[in-house]
């Protein structure tokens, strides 16, 4: 049974590192089991098992002595954060996103900074295609239809959506999951356009700019990461020159898209809906007047959720946190510079 640090507040089913010699860690959400004892191998590990993230101050408090940080996106990793936390050698983000860390402050400390890359790729690509067919055959609404009794008979005229075959999908950041997406739309008989920072070409993707990809997509998916040059990427201006039959699919980070814009352009009406798996406030808000749309579909931010997926996830974060505590460069790391000598 692990007794708790001395002189560290227990939080209601957290998991306290014991006192074995070892590199202390903090992992800041729960690992599948198997991955969890190979890391418990090479680390003192102290878990956080709350029902959520620890808050800023919790997390300040347990990475005050540990020389590792395992992360998830929901974590904030900051300057406050490492001025409290001198030992810090690495930080693991249980994620391939990285908007919450302050990148350019842990390179400045030379403390690098792991993530998931590549192996959350398919998972995450199925989600957003399971978006795109969910929103368009309205897969959601058919359902409450029949908890509401209106199923009456075969109807020619019920809950007709749209055909995906030869149709056009829009997908915005053609990266991996940008381009996994795009396979699977082919194989649906789709056309496919894309958009991208910086381009590379794709067999069987038209590459367009970003206003043209808007104004000719049935279905716009979008696959950029979340920097400053792509916070509300998506915006009235945007939904205005989308079809109005047209779906947004977002499976990225929510802040790509201006979600009271979007509200907006679902309540006149000026696109056909909307399938979200990420939003700006996360979890969203009971209120939030995305939920009472009928043509739009929100999901708790499960692109990653298949139990592969999120053990290979766990795996190489433990791969990245690993390597950083015994002074070894990371197998996936953000911020390569920290590896080059200082500039004098
Ligand atoms: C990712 O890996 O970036 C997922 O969205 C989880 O945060």
Redesign the pocket.
Known sequence: MDSPTPGRTEAPGDRAAPDTGLPPVFVSRPLPAAVLSRLEKSAAVEVWNGDGPPSASELRERTRHVVGLLA??ADRVDADLLDASPDLAVVSNN???YDNVDVAELTRRRIPLGN?PGV?TEATADLAFALVLATTRRLVEARDAILAGQWKTWDPAFMLGMELSGSTLGVVGLGRIGRAVARRAAAFGMNVIAWSRSPQPMDGVELVELDELLARSDVVSLHVSLVSETVHLIGAEQLALMKPTAVLVNTARGAVVDQAALSDALRAGSIGGAGLDVLEQEPIAPDDPLLAFTNCIVLP?I??ATVVTRTRMADLAVDNLLAGVAGERLPACVNPEVYEPPAI
């Open positions: 998830t996106s994620a391939v996103g998931t959350l931010h692109g990653s």
